[in-house]
């Protein structure tokens, strides 16, 4: 009766029933991955052939191919001198950003993973808690404080203020990456006559090129699509950014929706073509991130 009562063991199903579930998943997975591509591809491709239309065009044939195909509306803005400073200032902005946030957040996260000192970790919390602060809460000090230091109307009246607010996301992912490298090799280094910032400089920023790579990527594209602090610091035109010359132009061409469409996609092309470039370093740099115990 003993063994009569003892349960078999449950079957593991087989192969050809553990077929229609993978294939069910794949099916979802794809599935999945179409719809959230064309919610991102048909808006982008409307706005495309909606450039090449004209206005009336576009109100009879919203949703058909240009009849005729009309490019004045991209050569026009493509000779204009207003869009290409618009564009310089916004890589000039992004550039001198990137720069200052890599730069000072390297230095200080080498600090906090590679030396023992009292507080370092009150520090770092207190780093780590501006990713708590939102830009909208500064608005009216930053103000204020940037017209005591002259800076209204200033490049650097963006560029500042869009490095502090890199910091604490830039340090953390840097901190999190440097502790990863051995102290065995800094011993070494040291044995060799390496300083501690010889062991910055020439070992550990080359080893964590990836990392570097990403939070570089990250700052750029954050300063480029950067709108509110543009709009709030730099008021002449010839510093304005392309985020702020977008909503210029299309209160000023309000009525004109195709030429307004073909503005934003040429708006859209230098981000998107930049992206292109970093998206291998981005992935990679995030991976090894992950990956290093």
């Given at each position: 009766m003993s ?13 050809p ?5 993978r294939w069910?998943g794949?099916l979802a ?5 179409w719809?959230i591509g064309?919610?991102i591809v048909?808006?982008l491709?409307?706005?495309?052939l909606s450039?090449?239309?004209s206005t009336?065009d576009?109100s009879?044939n919203p949703f ?7 490019g004045s ?7 204009s ?9 916004s ?6 950003t990137?720069?200052l ?9 080498f600090a906090?993973a590679?030396y023992a000192?009292r ?5 770092f919390?207190?780093f780590?808690?501006?990713?708590m602060f ?8 930053l ?5 005591a230091?002259?800076l209204l109307?200033?490049p ?6 869009q ?8 340090i953390i992912?840097?901190?999190g990456?440097?502790?990863?490298i051995p102290?065995e090799?800094?011993e ?7 300083g501690?910032?010889?062991?910055f400089?020439?070992?550990l920023?080359?080893m964590?090129?990836?990392a570097?790579g990403?939070v570089?990527?990250?700052?750029t594209v ?20 392309i ?12 009525t004109?929706?195709?030429?307004v469409?073909?503005?934003i996609v040429?708006a ?10 970093a998206e291998?370093?981005?992935i990679s740099?995030l991976?090894a991130?992950a990956t290093?115990?």
């Amino acid at each position: 009766m003993s063994t009569a009562a003892q349960s078999t063991p449950a079957r593991e199903p087989s192969a050809p029933s553990r077929r229609p579930r993978r294939w069910a998943g794949s099916l979802a997975r794809h599935l999945t991955v179409w719809v959230i591509g064309a919610f991102i591809v048909v808006p982008l491709g409307y706005a495309v052939l909606s450039g090449f239309k004209s206005t009336g065009d576009l109100s009879r044939n919203p949703f058909g191919l240009p009849s005729p195909w009309r490019g004045s509306n991209y050569t026009g803005i493509l000779t204009s001198d207003v869009f290409w400073r618009q564009i310089a200032n916004s890589a000039g902005i992004a550039i001198a950003t990137t720069v200052l946030t890599v730069g000072v957040s390297a230095m200080a996260a080498f600090a906090f993973a590679r030396y023992a000192f009292r507080g370092r970790e009150m520090f770092f919390t207190l780093f780590a808690m501006g990713l708590m602060f939102p830009f909208a809460v500064a608005v009216l000090p930053l103000f204020v404080l940037l017209r005591a230091f002259g800076l209204l109307d200033n490049p650097l009246g963006v560029v500042l203020p869009q490095a502090a607010f890199g910091l604490p996301m830039t340090i953390i992912i840097l901190r999190g990456f440097f502790r990863t490298i051995p102290a065995e090799l800094e011993e070494a280094a040291t044995m060799d006559g390496c300083g501690r910032f010889g062991f910055f400089w020439r070992i550990l920023l080359p080893m964590a090129r990836p990392a570097l790579g990403t939070v570089a990527v990250l700052a750029t594209v954050t300063s480029w699509n950067n709108f509110f602090l543009p709009l709030l610091v730099l008021s002449q035109p010839r510093w304005q950014t392309i985020p702020v010359g977008v909503q210029q132009f299309q209160g000023q061409y309000a009525t004109d929706y195709a030429l307004v469409l073909a503005y934003i996609v040429l708006a859209m092309v230098p981000a998107l073509a930049f992206y292109a470039v970093a998206e291998r370093q981005l992935i990679s740099g995030l991976t090894a991130g992950a990956t290093k115990g």
